[in-house]
Every structure is written in C-alpha cells, then in structure tokens.
C-alpha cells in the first residue's frame, strides 16, 4: 500500500545555522496512529510543520496522498488538519463561527449538521456563541481540535495535544482520536506523555537532534527491546547484597527489603533459576517476587541515552 506521507531526505537549515532536521527518511501508513517521540529541540515540531506548509522546507521531498507539498501545496495541505502546540484563535469570535470560517478557508461548502456533531463530541455545543476569548484554557484546546477537524481532513497531526490540559479533556481526545481512526483519519502524533504513546500508536518513531533513530511497530518494539523485572520481597532486609551475589545485575532497595533482577524475557536461559539457588546458598529467605514489564518511556529514555 502506498504511503499517505513519504519524506525523503528531508533538510532544514534554519537561518541561525541551526540545522533541525538531517536527511529525514520516513512513510507514514494509511489509517495508522504514528507516535513521534523525542526529547525538546529534536526536530519533531519542524518536520510537522513542512509537512503541514507552515515551515518551508530544505532539501528533499515530501508528498501527502501522492502530492508534492510544493509543486501541489493546496491539494497537500487540504488534506491535513493541525492541531498545533500553541493556541491560535481568533479572540472575539464566537466558537461557531470561527470553526465554521476555518471550513470555509479549505473551500468546504458549509456544512451545519457536520460543525454540530464536531462541537458536541467536543463538548462545546453549549459554548457554541461564547466568544473564544472568554473560554478556559481547555476549552480553547478544544477549538483548535475542531478548527482542524473542520474541513474533514484524512489526515490529523496532534502535536503535544494534552499538554497542559485537564484530565476530561484528554479522555475525550482519545474518544475522539478512536472514532476518527475508525473511520480511517491517519494520525501523527507527538506528545512528551510517553504512556499515551504506548497505549495509543500502532507504530512509534523516535527523532534526536534532527535524525530519525528508530521506526518500529510498537509491540514489536515493546519485545525486541523491552526487558523483564523479577522484585523479590525480602523476609529480612539486607544492608548490602552479598559478594557471592555480585556477578548478577541486582538493585536493592533504599530500605532494604527489595532486591530486583532485571533479564531478557527472550533468551533462552533467563538466570532465574541460577539466582534463587544462589540466594538460598546465600541463606537469603524472601517472601513474595513478582515481575514487570519495562514501559515504553523505559525504552525510549534508554534509546536515547544510548545514542
């Protein structure tokens, strides 16, 4: 299937020298919710905005549904909707009119019942006439998500849409994001809750200092990557752990009463049963053990440190 977004080797060298982005490679998938996670300064709000005609770009190529972001600008960018980190509204307008005015802006006939629906799954039909400039901080967060929306774009960048929002809004957001990718709205995504990623996108990308470093499914991801931990509940707290334990990768807890060992669930021989048989050598007694999973913002967090 052909991409709905393809870059190729894209560049941008800010006037200050700064080069944000450095031969960028990237598809994104039809229908597909994509995560783009890195650190502030990485390039993630720069290569949003050439894809979305508000950052001219460097060198290389970008195509929406097969047109150029360039050469074909209106039809590339009447396909994406935006919803940027910074609100941007129009202060003394009412919320149905700007909404219904950004419709029109993409040369969308109007289209009443559509900006109705848009504005209750918002929960902003009762503040409909309410100028923007009188709302909350929230409720401006939801206007700029329905500006985007307004022209029914395929395409829909949220870029750290939940920052600094209340709980309600980020559960209708998600609501929202599964009922557009239902009906098959590609959705890029870039957030610094990394939990919201993990629960969220089909695939995850990881960009540092301009360079895409990693593109992966995020299950797959999740198991190639992602390490186990085994936390023993000591009967009795250690001051230390013991010499004959030190060949073992080991962290005790600050009390005393925890010792985790953390293992590749994948290989073969995951040391767990060698390091309960020492333990008991050791004449190290405990009481309960579990184990956990590593989160994704573990993963990432040590993908970066790495690189």
Known sequence: MQPVISI???????????????????????????ALLGPNGAGKTTLIGIVCGIVNPGTGRVLVDGHDIVADYRQARSKIGLVP??????GFESVWTTVRFSRGLFGKAPDDAYIEKLLRDLSLWDKKDARILDLSGGMKRRVMIAKALSHEPSILFLDEPTAGVDVELRRDMWAMVHRLR??????????HYIEEAEEMADRIGVIRQGEIILVEDKERLMVQLGSKRLTLQLQQPLAQ?????????LLLSADGQQLAYTFDAHHERTGIAELLRRLGEQGI???????????LEEIVVNLLRAR
């Open 182 to 191: 239902e009906r098959g709205v590609t959705i890029i995504l870039t957030t």
């Open 8 to 34: 190729e080797q894209l560049t941008k060298t800010y006037a200050s020298g700064h080069q944000a982005l450095k031969s960028i490679d990237l598809d994104i998938r039809r229908g597909e919710i994509f």
């Open 285 to 295: 007694d405990f009481k309960d053990l579990q184990t956990s999973q590593s989160s």
């Open 241 to 249: 752990i013991p010499a004959g334990l030190a060949e073992y990768p």
């Open 85 to 90: 980190q910074e609100l941007y509204n129009e």
